[in-house]
């Protein structure tokens, strides 16, 4: 993570002062509930179903051990000892109490953290690729990108009153690990030959009510002119974005009314106005966040299975399916990144016990440099981990659950928080998690069955990304019951969004018809390589729609 | 009379809306565009001062900002964020030099922000006061964008900063 110089260090302590000010004048009745709202959110204050939530940044998902250790501890002091990852690389507590969140800030900004922006309408926290710097299939490190555009969002004074919310996301890499596709601003970087380092940008991606795949306003923007042409998007945005419909209010909406080519005449317009302006970035910038961000020491390890790991694998077949399942690629020799899975059978998706905090931080510092990250897979990740050391990982993680082989898998279930915690839901999302992992409980058949994601949302504000799962299950509510619909076909990258196969179905309907979408699928597939999603690309929806509600039985509409 | 923070100081409010039946006092006269582009020819003594809403285009304010002294930008509620905008195109594409002022529902809490995107006067919603402005101005002691307050970025700082010892 970035290094905080000692003016970072000011400024968060600056806003922790704020806002402490604002609660104090709100419990004293001197700032109203109306008008403490926008404030509160934007330190990352919801009022949920029970409690208060607060929402902490984890900018771009990395994560120092000390940082992870005060997450811990804020679970364990303010919270019910649990935190919830989210799939936009945030930490929420579901039951803070509201006149403590001033110091939760303040000890977040001990160890370099705060709760800005990650909710209300303004730039959110900037969201990455979890694999940045330490995927082997990287062309550029998007983190020097994300605090660029940290720090340049983090109090940004012209847009703290957006129309909406307003999410941007930066990869690197050649897969795109950060669904690029689907937020406000989604940045690729670009490496042209002749013109350097640049970004591919596409703007007015979203999921919720009305899913879209972005548009690519600009092919190529040089690197350096990154901010003044994210400040020309988001003025054009601020200026003619509509305000009287929150449901009609995201880029995304301006920019299919408008049509992408007058957004870009009006985006470069506008920007001509700062282009080439002190906001253009010096190369002594990058220079300076890249020394600021700690670089791993790592030594030089023998490519290749070192010998003990060898026999380990050889002759300890749950060691093997981990090994096989939740590793990932890294770029040094000799290293991998290990994914922790937080999707253990009993665990509602992206929980993780203060407990479980500490212990994954002292591996952090055992078997790699210290560093944490968070995907929005809801898993946490140790980059930097030598080979030689898995075998001893992996007995640390068993006795913690958190070495359940399945991302990738059917039963690394992506979910909101539902009905249990959001007071926007239609349906809960946590016990249907729970039943499709007592459903799909034989890890054999889940592995036979290959790569799909699972996604759930409990309303149509889709937080867990169900139009861009293989398999997505969104809550509805059908005359006060809880009912789910599910769409199939849906991809991160590049952007794909799901097909609804039929009618929604009550809850305990839910796990048998994933069943029998799957066991269709069995039959249809080439082969085995041919994924889940490729077969329902290839086939349509009608075989897993006729699997789950039988061919020729009239769909009647409940 | 009502109190306003101007430049961060408190100051009488001298400013009037313009009404067709009292055209002829003089005094700081504020008019809505299409008023002032009505009366403009026979105005008499006194400033003139524009009252514009957030969506105002401001390449409609072009031609009359020479002759304006003061800008009043009507923010509805105050979380339209639309004025800020228009604060920084004013100041920083028009070069606009007179005062900006926010009028509306304006709060402690909103004005830091407004004065870093060029506001410089700032009128208390009812039920808010002059004092609380005051106390909501200047809350940062850094700043890492561009805005009307700091043309430069932080990041240029920090580099001369190193360079300059
Ligand atoms: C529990 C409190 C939460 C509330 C009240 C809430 C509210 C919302 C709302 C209203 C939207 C729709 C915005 C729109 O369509 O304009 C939304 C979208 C979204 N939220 Fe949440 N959310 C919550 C929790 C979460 C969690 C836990 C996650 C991550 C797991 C999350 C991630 C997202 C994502 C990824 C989107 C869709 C992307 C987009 O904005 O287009 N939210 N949320
Ligand atoms: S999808 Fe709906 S139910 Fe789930 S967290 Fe978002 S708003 Fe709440």
């Given at each position: 993570?970035?290094q905080?110089?000692?003016i970072?260090q000011?400024?968060?302590?600056?806003r922790?002062?704020?806002?402490r000010d604002?609660?104090r004048?709100f419990l004293?009745?001197?700032?109203s509930?109306?008008?403490f709202?926008?404030f509160r959110l934007?330190?990352?204050?919801?009022i949920?179903?029970?409690?208060?939530m607060?929402?902490?940044a984890?900018?771009?998902?990395?994560?120092s051990?000390?940082q992870?250790?005060?997450?811990?501890?804020?679970?364990?002091?303010?919270?019910?000892g649990?935190g919830?990852?989210?799939?936009?690389?945030?930490?929420?507590y579901n039951?803070?109490?509201?006149?403590e969140?001033?110091?939760?800030?303040?000890?977040?900004?001990?160890?370099?953290?705060?709760?800005?922006?990650?909710?209300?309408n303004?730039?959110?926290?900037?969201?990455?690729d979890?694999?940045?710097?330490?995927?082997a299939d990287?062309?550029?490190?998007p983190?020097?990108?994300?605090?660029?555009?940290?720090?340049?969002s983090?109090?940004?004074?012209?847009?703290?009153?957006?129309?909406?919310?307003?999410?941007?996301?930066?990869?690197g890499?050649?897969e795109d690990?950060a669904?690029?596709g689907?937020?406000?601003?989604?940045l690729?970087a670009?490496?042209?030959?002749?013109?350097?380092l640049?970004?591919?940008?596409?703007v007015?991606?979203g999921l919720?009510?009305?899913?879209?795949?972005?548009?690519?306003?600009r092919e190529?923007?040089p690197a350096?002119h990154?901010?003044?042409y994210?400040?020309?998007?988001l003025r054009?945005y601020?200026?003619?974005?509509r305000?009287?419909n929150?449901?009609?209010?995201r880029i995304?909406?301006?920019?299919?009314?408008?049509?992408?080519?007058r957004?870009?005449?009006e985006?470069?317009?506008?920007?001509?106005?700062?282009?080439?302006?002190?906001?253009?970035?010096?190369?002594?910038?990058?220079?300076r966040i890249?020394a600021?961000l700690?670089?791993p020491?790592?030594?030089?390890?023998?490519a290749?299975?070192?010998?003990?790991?060898a026999a380990?694998?050889?002759?300890d077949?749950?060691?093997?399916?981990?090994?096989?399942?939740n590793?990932h690629?890294?770029?040094?020799?000799?290293?991998?990144?290990v994914v922790l899975s937080?999707?253990?059978p009993d665990?509602?998706?992206?929980d993780?016990s203060?407990?479980?905090?500490?212990a994954?931080?002292?591996?952090?510092?055992?078997?790699?440099?210290g560093?944490?990250?968070?995907?929005?897979e809801?898993?946490?990740?140790?980059p930097?981990?030598a080979l030689?050391?898995?075998?001893?990982?992996y007995?640390?993680?068993c006795?913690?659950?958190?070495?359940?082989p399945?991302?990738?898998l059917?039963?690394n279930?992506?979910?909101c928080?539902?009905?249990d915690y959001c007071?926007l839901a239609?349906?809960?999302?946590l016990p249907?998690?729970k039943a499709?992992?007592?459903?799909?409980?034989?890890?054999?058949?889940?592995?036979?069955i290959?790569?799909?994601?699972?996604?759930?949302?409990?309303?149509?504000n889709s937080?867990?990304?169900h139009?861009?799962g293989h398999?997505?299950?969104?809550g509805?509510?059908?005359?006060?019951?809880?009912?789910?619909?599910i769409s199939?076909?849906?991809?991160q990258?590049?952007?794909?969004?799901g097909?609804?196969i039929?009618?929604?179905?009550?809850?305990?309907?839910v796990p048998?018809?994933?069943q029998?979408?799957l066991?269709?699928y069995?039959?249809?597939?080439l082969?085995?390589?041919?994924?889940?999603?490729?077969t329902?690309?290839?086939?349509?929806?009608?075989?897993?729609?006729?699997a789950?509600y039988?061919p020729n039985q009239?769909?009647?509409?409940? | 009379?009502?109190?306003v923070?101007v430049?961060?100081h408190?100051?009488?409010?001298?400013?009037?809306r313009?009404s067709?039946?009292?055209?002829?006092?003089?005094?700081d006269?504020?008019y809505?565009?299409e008023?002032?582009?009505?009366?403009?020819a026979?105005?008499?003594?006194g400033?003139?001062?524009?009252w514009?809403?957030?969506?105002q285009?401001?390449e409609?304010?072009r031609p009359?900002?020479p002759?304006?002294?003061?800008?009043?930008?009507?923010?509805?509620?105050?979380t339209?964020?639309?004025?800020?905008?228009?604060?920084?195109?004013?100041r920083?594409?028009?070069?606009?030099?007179?005062?900006?002022?926010?009028?509306?529902d304006?709060i402690?809490?909103?004005?830091?922000?407004?004065?870093?995107?060029?506001?410089?006067?700032?009128?208390p919603?009812?039920g808010?006061?002059?004092d609380?402005?005051?106390?909501?101005?200047?809350l940062?002691?850094?700043?890492?964008q561009?805005?009307?307050?700091?043309?430069e970025?932080?990041?240029?700082?920090?580099?001369?900063h190193?360079?300059?010892g």
């Amino acid at each position: 993570m970035y290094q905080y110089d000692e003016i970072d260090q000011r400024l968060v302590e600056e806003r922790v002062a704020r806002f402490r000010d604002q609660t104090r004048r709100f419990l004293a009745g001197e700032l109203s509930e109306d008008d403490f709202r926008p404030f509160r959110l934007q330190n990352g204050l919801y009022i949920q179903r029970h409690a208060p939530m607060l929402r902490v940044a984890i900018p771009y998902g990395v994560l120092s051990a000390s940082q992870l250790r005060r997450l811990a501890w804020i679970a364990r002091t303010h919270d019910r000892g649990v935190g919830h990852f989210t799939t936009r690389q945030n930490i929420q507590y579901n039951w803070v109490k509201l006149p403590e969140v001033p110091d939760i800030l303040a000890a977040l900004a001990e160890v370099q953290m705060h709760a800005t922006q990650t909710s209300g309408n303004c730039v959110r926290n900037t969201t990455t690729d979890h694999f940045a710097g330490v995927a082997a299939d990287e062309l550029v490190d998007p983190r020097v990108t994300c605090e660029l555009i940290r720090q340049w969002s983090t109090g940004h004074p012209e847009f703290a009153f957006l129309p909406r919310k307003f999410k941007i996301a930066v990869n690197g890499a050649r897969e795109d690990r950060a669904a690029t596709g689907v937020h406000d601003i989604g940045l690729q970087a670009v490496q042209d030959a002749a013109q350097g380092l640049g970004y591919r940008v596409q703007v007015g991606g979203g999921l919720g009510r009305t899913p879209m795949v972005g548009e690519v306003v600009r092919e190529f923007l040089p690197a350096c002119h990154l901010l003044t042409y994210l400040d020309a998007i988001l003025r054009v945005y601020n200026r003619y974005g509509r305000r009287d419909n929150k449901y009609k209010a995201r880029i995304k909406i301006l920019v299919k009314a408008m049509t992408v080519e007058r957004f870009r005449r009006e985006v470069e317009t506008e920007w001509q106005h700062w282009k080439d302006g002190p906001a253009t970035l010096v190369d002594e910038e990058v220079a300076r966040i890249e020394a600021r961000l700690k670089k791993p020491a790592y030594r030089a390890l023998p490519a290749g299975i070192p010998a003990a790991l060898a026999a380990r694998l050889h002759h300890d077949t749950d060691f093997a399916t981990w090994f096989r399942q939740n590793l990932h690629p890294h770029k040094v020799p000799g290293y991998t990144n290990v994914v922790l899975s937080l999707k253990s059978p009993d665990q509602p998706p992206g929980d993780a016990s203060a407990a479980q905090m500490d212990a994954i931080a002292d591996w952090s510092e055992r078997f790699g440099f210290g560093e944490i990250r968070v995907s929005h897979e809801q898993n946490l990740i140790l980059p930097d981990v030598a080979l030689s050391d898995l075998p001893a990982l992996y007995d640390a993680l068993c006795p913690w659950e958190l070495a359940t082989p399945n991302v990738g898998l059917l039963t690394n279930i992506i979910a909101c928080p539902g009905g249990d915690y959001c007071a926007l839901a239609n349906a809960r999302s946590l016990p249907l998690a729970k039943a499709l992992q007592d459903k799909f409980a034989d890890a054999a058949w889940v592995r036979a069955i290959g790569p799909v994601d699972l996604n759930i949302s409990g309303c149509m504000n889709s937080c867990g990304h169900h139009h861009v799962g293989h398999i997505g299950i969104l809550g509805v509510d059908k005359h006060g019951r809880e009912y789910y619909q599910i769409s199939i076909g849906g991809a991160q990258a590049p952007a794909r969004l799901g097909k609804v196969i039929g009618p929604s179905l009550a809850p305990e309907e839910v796990p048998d018809a994933l069943q029998a979408m799957l066991e269709a699928y069995l039959k249809l597939r080439l082969d085995p390589a041919e994924k889940f999603v490729d077969t329902v690309a290839r086939l349509g929806i009608t075989p897993f729609r006729d699997a789950v509600y039988a061919p020729n039985q009239e769909v009647a509409c409940a | 009379m009502r109190e306003v923070v101007v430049n961060r100081h408190i100051v009488p409010d001298t400013w009037v809306r313009f009404s067709p039946e009292q055209s002829e006092a003089g005094g700081d006269r504020l008019y809505r565009l299409e008023e002032w582009q009505a009366v403009r020819a026979q105005a008499g003594e006194g400033r003139v001062g524009l009252w514009v809403e957030t969506d105002q285009d401001p390449e409609a304010l072009r031609p009359y900002l020479p002759e304006v002294a003061l800008i009043a930008i009507h923010i509805g509620s105050f979380t339209d964020g639309r004025g800020h905008s228009l604060g920084r195109l004013l100041r920083e594409v028009y070069g606009y030099r007179g005062e900006i002022r926010a009028v509306g529902d304006v709060i402690q809490d909103t004005v830091n922000e407004l004065e870093r995107c060029g506001f410089n006067g700032f009128s208390p919603r009812p039920g808010e006061t002059a004092d609380n402005l005051l106390r909501g101005l200047g809350l940062f002691s850094e700043a890492y964008q561009i805005s009307v307050e700091r043309p430069e970025p932080l990041f240029r700082r920090r580099l001369s900063h190193r360079s300059g010892g």
